[in-house]
């Protein structure tokens, strides 16, 4: 993922889909490095205590985990089987059911405040993640454009959000044969609001002779595409 021009929000269909499957399914920091190997038996611990499960619905929420893992884990080895002869539309949409279904027994499993604890819980895991691959990045081309550690704080939340809204739209159309003209035109719309509302923040945060150099990068960047 680009920093300063994203050229795809997630590199690959098979790289948003696992990453979004972390995610979705824990509310636990996203350290392991075993892919989507994940034990609902620990996010449930975690979440028992932080959504105040009782012992019918942590019974309930493991087995849910449990059937999106067996799901996913077999959307992931068709997919590898197949090789060259894969479809990536046919797994990303595998992908969207299987959570869909999950968020379906979720609602079910958890009451209305609980749910909206969940989401909460969920959405700040999707963002510490985007702040870790923003600091990262912009440790990068730290000492070209010349910011400050105080300066890569400031700019950290923010490029955060942009990669967060670019997440956004791609797992929506994800998996799409075909994009309709209309919706072509409200994706550009949308991805132009991000970059918008990005950049403006981060001339804020920079001074005249870094931003020029910001720029500059991103010119860089475009170029290469």
Same mark, same amino acid.
């Given at each position: 993922?680009? =920093?300063?021009?994203?050229?795809?929000? /997630?590199?690959? /269909?098979?790289?948003?889909?696992?990453?979004?499957?972390?995610?979705?399914?824990?509310?636990?920091?996203?350290?392991?490095?075993?892919?989507?190997?994940?034990?609902?038996?620990?996010?449930?611990?975690?979440?028992?205590?932080? =959504?105040?499960?009782?012992?019918?619905?942590?019974?309930?929420?493991?087995?849910?985990?449990?059937?999106?893992?067996?799901?996913?884990?077999?959307?992931?080895?068709?997919?590898?089987?197949?090789?060259?002869?894969? %479809?990536?539309?046919?797994?990303?949409?595998?992908?969207? %059911?299987?959570?869909?279904?999950?968020?379906?027994?979720?609602?079910?499993?958890?009451?209305?405040?609980?749910?909206?604890?969940?989401?909460?819980?969920?959405?700040?895991?999707?963002?510490?993640?985007?702040?870790?691959?923003?600091?990262?990045?912009?440790?990068?081309?730290?000492?070209?454009? !010349?910011?400050? %550690?105080?300066?890569?704080?400031?700019?950290?939340?923010?490029?955060?959000?942009?990669?967060?809204?670019?997440?956004?739209?791609? $797992?929506?159309?994800?998996?799409?044969?075909?994009?309709?003209?209309?919706?072509?035109?409200?994706?550009?719309?949308?991805?132009?609001?991000?970059?918008?509302?990005?950049?403006?923040?981060?001339?804020? /945060?920079?001074? !005249?002779?870094?931003?020029?150099? $910001?720029?500059?990068?991103?010119?860089?960047?475009?170029?290469?595409?």
């Amino acid at each position: 993922m680009n =920093l300063l021009t994203i050229k795809k929000p /997630i590199t690959t /269909i098979y790289a948003i889909a696992l990453f979004f499957f972390l995610l979705l399914s824990s509310s636990v920091s996203l350290a392991t490095n075993e892919g989507p190997d994940i034990a609902p038996d620990e996010i449930v611990a975690e979440l028992k205590t932080k =959504l105040k499960l009782d012992e019918q619905q942590t019974k309930d929420l493991t087995a849910a985990l449990q059937e999106l893992a067996k799901k996913l884990d077999a959307l992931i080895a068709k997919r590898e089987a197949a090789g060259e002869e894969d %479809d990536p539309h046919e797994f990303i949409h595998g992908v969207k %059911d299987a959570q869909k279904d999950y968020q379906n027994k979720l609602k079910k499993i958890l009451s209305s405040s609980q749910m909206d604890s969940y989401n909460a819980l969920r959405e700040k895991v999707i963002m510490d993640a985007m702040k870790d691959l923003a600091a990262i990045k912009l440790m990068d081309i730290q000492d070209p454009v !010349g910011f400050s %550690d105080d300066q890569l704080d400031k700019l950290t939340p923010v490029l955060a959000e942009s990669m967060r809204g670019f997440m956004k739209i791609a $797992w929506k159309y994800a998996g799409e044969r075909r994009i309709r003209l209309g919706q072509k035109i409200r994706i550009a719309r949308q991805l132009k609001e991000i970059q918008h509302k990005s950049e403006k923040e981060v001339k804020q /945060i920079l001074t !005249g002779d870094q931003y020029k150099k $910001w720029e500059e990068l991103k010119k860089q960047a475009q170029e290469k595409k």
